[in-house]
């Protein structure tokens, strides 16, 4: 079966960092780009970036851009987001999803406050 | 690239139809996908390339359009059907959802 596990959320004070991880398993990880997506409390979806199948082109959302950063190992089957200089509004649900967003994890929570 | 989508809630009776729009601020193909999200749960995609039905989901979901507005209609309305629905343009970047669309029980 293909799954996606999200893991790393935990409570943060502003300016603070936070690595998140998303192992994978059952299909073949190199073969996709994938995503990170988060949901704010009572907010809507908001997708924050993606990285290209050999981690050769990223993209981002540009209230993030700068201080996330997409990187994967294909070795391990595993997809990262590094946030650095956290805001309260950084607080939310994250999701790693594969290609078009057609499989998700099941997120992990990021609570960042003072 | 704005996705501006429409209503933000609706309520519906079992066995109603229902449809959720969504307008692009520019031209964007078919480039459009549709996801349910209900609480606690992963979102789970619909539709892709705006009218595309996801494998394993039931038929009474479709979407259409092309250019800049879509729809997402749900016949036969079921009760595990009431949830939060999303349209997503993935034409530019950053890909865009929509604010999304609550189905709620009448």
């Known amino acids: 079966d293909v799954q996606l596990v999200a893991s790393g959320g935990a409570f943060v004070q502003p300016g603070g960092s936070l690595r998140l991880s998303c192992e994978a398993s059952g299909f073949t990880f190199s073969a996709y780009w994938m995503h990170w997506v988060r949901q704010a409390p009572g907010k809507g979806l908001e997708w924050l970036g993606t990285?290209?199948?050999?981690?050769?082109?990223?993209f981002y959302l540009g209230s993030v851009e700068g201080r996330f950063t997409i990187s994967r190992d294909n070795a391990n089957n595993s997809l990262f987001l590094q946030m650095d200089n956290l805001r309260v509004e950084d607080t939310g649900l994250y999701y790693c999803?594969?290609?078009?967003?057609?499989?998700w994890g099941q997120g992990t929570l990021v609570t960042v406050s003072s | 690239m704005q996705m501006t989508q429409s209503p933000s809630s609706l309520s519906a009776s079992v066995g109603d139809t229902v449809t959720i729009t969504c307008r692009a601020s520019?031209?964007?193909?078919?480039?459009v996908a549709w996801f349910q999200h209900k609480p606690g749960q992963a979102p789970q995609r619909l539709i892709y390339?705006?009218?595309t039905l996801q494998n394993g989901v039931p038929a009474r979901f479709s979407g259409r359009g092309s250019g800049a507005d879509f729809s997402l209609t749900i016949t036969n309305l079921q009760p595990e059907d009431f949830s939060t629905y999303y349209c997503?343009?993935?034409?530019?970047?950053?890909?865009?959802f929509g604010g999304g669309t609550s189905v709620e029980i009448k």
């Open positions: 520019h031209n964007i193909s078919i480039d």
């Open positions: 390339a705006a009218s």
């Open positions: 999803a594969r290609g078009l967003l057609y499989t």
């Open positions: 990285i290209k199948k050999d981690g050769s082109a990223k």
């Open positions: 997503l343009q993935h034409n530019t970047y950053p890909l865009t």
